[in-house]
């Protein structure tokens, strides 16, 4: 049986319960943006943890290494899978290729490594960086992986033995394959890059 006073008081009860709920969430954001740190605005640093450095250098940390320090580095951690040589093993052949990327003969694949083929040395840094050692990525320090990218570009004869790589040295180095690629020049697909990461991001100050 269902009287008046009875429709009223469930009505009430239901608009109680979603002002209750409401209370709730607004507390819930409240005690999620203390502990979580929503609504603050990401540092430099927090957001060079999802971009990568541009060619010409922008967005590269601090720090720097030399190439003995990257050979050290490298036998202890890279070499098992790229090899003592960098010719590759489980992981790639990291260097050599030079002059197979064009050729006429169907039977001879081309030889793609990180001196043969890729365009710009910051992408060493920062491939390195996020993905390497594959079994803990992310493990290294910039200084580390500046001595890493000093030594993998050294052993590719394309930079001296004497070399420290750093911000400013880095995207200074042309890589072998450089005019290799197009630039892509439909704005539609490709628009300018954003000038600071919080642009590309939307943050905007
Ligand atoms: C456990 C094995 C393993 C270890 C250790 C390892 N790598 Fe790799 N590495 C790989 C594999 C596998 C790939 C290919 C990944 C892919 O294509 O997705 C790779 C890819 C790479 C590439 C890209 C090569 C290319 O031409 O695309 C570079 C550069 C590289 N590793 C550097 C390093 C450095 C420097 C270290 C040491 C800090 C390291 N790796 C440690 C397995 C390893």
Avoid at 83 to 111: F, H, S, W, Y
Avoid at 119 to 145: H, N
Avoid at 169 to 196: C, I, Q, S, W, Y
């Amino acid at each position: 049986m269902s009287t008046i006073t009875e429709r009223r008081f469930v009505a009430r009860a239901c608009l109680f319960a979603v002002a209750l709920a409401s209370i709730g969430a607004d507390a819930f954001a409240r005690e999620a943006a203390a502990k979580f740190g929503f609504g603050t605005r990401p540092s430099e640093a927090e957001i060079g943890r999802f971009f990568s450095p541009l060619p010409d250098g922008r967005g590269m940390p601090q720090g720097s290494g030399s190439v003995l320090e990257g050979k050290s580095v490298y036998q202890q951690q890279c070499a098992s899978c790229h090899g003592e040589k960098l010719q590759g093993g489980i992981g790639d052949r990291l260097i050599g290729g030079r002059g197979t990327l064009v050729n006429a003969d169907p039977r001879k694949a081309p030889i793609k490594t990180v001196e043969s083929y890729w365009p710009y040395a910051t992408t060493l840094f920062d491939y390195v960086k996020r993905a390497m050692p594959l079994t803990a990525p992310g493990s290294l320090t910039d200084d580390q992986v500046y001595a890493l990218t000093a030594y993998i570009l050294f052993e590719a004869n394309i930079v001296a033995d004497d070399v420290i790589m750093n911000a400013e040295t880095l995207p200074k180095v042309v890589m072998p394959n450089v005019d290799g690629f197009m630039p892509d020049h439909r704005p539609e697909h490709f628009p300018p890059v954003a000038k600071t990461p919080h642009q590309s991001l939307g943050i905007v100050k």
